[in-house]
């Protein structure tokens, strides 16, 4: 059956996610070759952009892969076998640090409070004084899988007073979620261009601290294209070392300079009110929001769905309506649906997501009370004004 070509699609999702129109514009130039001068100065200037977002002094080391692969670079140059590591997980992303350190002979401790948790760093303090000396501990920013966001800057400073270094996950918090690699005293964040930073998926960054290089340099060996040294030096001399992702970077200079344009400040407050809308519409719809969430939770909006529905149709409902979002992931299948808010997103984004919701729920058999998402989303959406400059 042919799809209506009448019916807009609407993509949203928490990664990858909407790319605005100057930034698909931008990719479509002609290829540069990646050794000529025109993408030296392409390379130097997006290179000069990152750390800003990363709110760091340090070099962001980039690489073409996926947010998966700048992960791996971290485990890649901070593990071996038997190196002491604490990897924190309530959810399918914070499930991959375990993987990624146990595919390099970790000597792994978890600490997993369940889906839906946000980490207590009290119970973060626990472990380690229980464990002992531990090398590094992964933790992640934003678990999508559940819509939390978890207070790094907490953390940070509980792995800081055990003397080990800290890796983040920020593939989809980056420029969606409060960061300040720095300030908060966070060894490693690694992140993604297909979340918030607006960019089709294929470039992942690692903004690495001289004190991690350090331990990186420590353990030579063990990796080759993601090797942090290699990729630092080749940078700080204005070239990549391997073939960069080169219509990538053309996109991601546009959408860094978005980001410079809105102000980071006022994409952090963007994206917060835009969590407050939906999570007001979800509340209005006699719906209960998932986990734990709280006003951190600024990238995606987790929900359970009613338990009068199939909450698996619920996903193939909405691409029906031209609207494609993000269901339970694993044993959450079924039971949740997500709300992103990550990126370029606007107002009229959560009320189409929370209008096709109502409908889907509808069809579904649920005793839905027409508007009352949508308006309760409008309602935050008209308190602070947002409308008028939409």
């Not at 290089?213 to 700080?236: C, V």
Request: proline residues 5%; aromatic residues 6%; contains cysteine.
């Amino acid at each position: 059956m042919t799809a209506n070509p009448y019916i807009k699609q609407y993509l949203m999702t928490a990664g990858p996610t909407p790319v605005p129109p100057a930034v698909t514009q931008a990719m479509a130039a002609p290829m540069l070759y990646h050794r000529a001068p025109a993408f030296d100065e392409l390379y130097a200037r997006v290179l000069g952009r990152l750390p800003a977002v990363f709110a760091t002094a340090n070099p962001v080391l980039a690489f073409t892969a996926s947010g998966s692969g700048a992960l791996e670079s971290a485990v890649a140059n901070l593990v071996r076998p038997g190196t002491r590591a604490l990897a924190l997980a309530a959810g399918k992303f914070g499930e991959r640090w375990i993987g990624l350190c146990e595919a390099y002979g970790a000597d792994l401790i978890t600490h997993q409070p369940g889906w839906g948790a946000r980490i207590d760093p009290a119970g973060v303090d626990r472990v380690l004084e229980r464990e002992g000396h531990i090398d590094v501990v992964f933790g992640t920013l934003s678990e999508t899988s559940t819509g939390i966001v978890h207070d790094i800057q907490a953390i940070a400073d509980v792995v800081r007073r055990h003397d080990a270094l800290l890796v983040v996950d920020a593939v989809s918090g980056l420029g969606a979620a409060r960061m300040l690699q720095d300030e908060w005293g966070v060894d490693v964040v690694v992140a993604g261009s297909q979340k918030a930073l607006m960019t089709p998926p294929g470039l992942a960054f690692a903004s690495v601290s001289e004190r991690a290089l350090e331990a990186a340099r420590a353990l030579p060996g063990g990796r080759y294209y993601f090797d942090w040294a290699r990729t630092a030096k080749s940078q700080a001399q204005g070239a990549s070392p391997f073939t960069p992702a080169v219509s990538l970077f053309l996109g991601l200079d546009v959408a860094l300079g978005l980001i410079e344009q809105e102000g980071l400040e006022n994409v952090w407050a963007r994206h917060e009110l835009l969590a407050r809308a939906a999570r007001a519409g979800v509340l209005g719809l006699g719906l209960e929001l998932f986990g734990d969430p709280d006003e951190r939770s600024s990238v995606v909006t987790a929900l359970e769905l009613p338990g009068d529905v199939d909450g698996g149709r619920v996903p193939g409902i909405l691409r029906r309506l031209g609207i494609t979002a993000n269901g339970g992931q694993d044993g959450l299948k079924g039971r949740i649906l997500r709300i992103a808010h990550c990126g370029y997103f606007g107002a009229f984004d959560i009320l189409t997501s929370l209008s096709g919701l109502e409908l889907a729920l509808d069809q579904l058999g649920h005793d839905v009370d027409h508007g009352a998402g949508v308006g309760a989303a409008q309602r935050v959406f008209a308190e602070a004004g947002v409308l008028a400059a939409a």
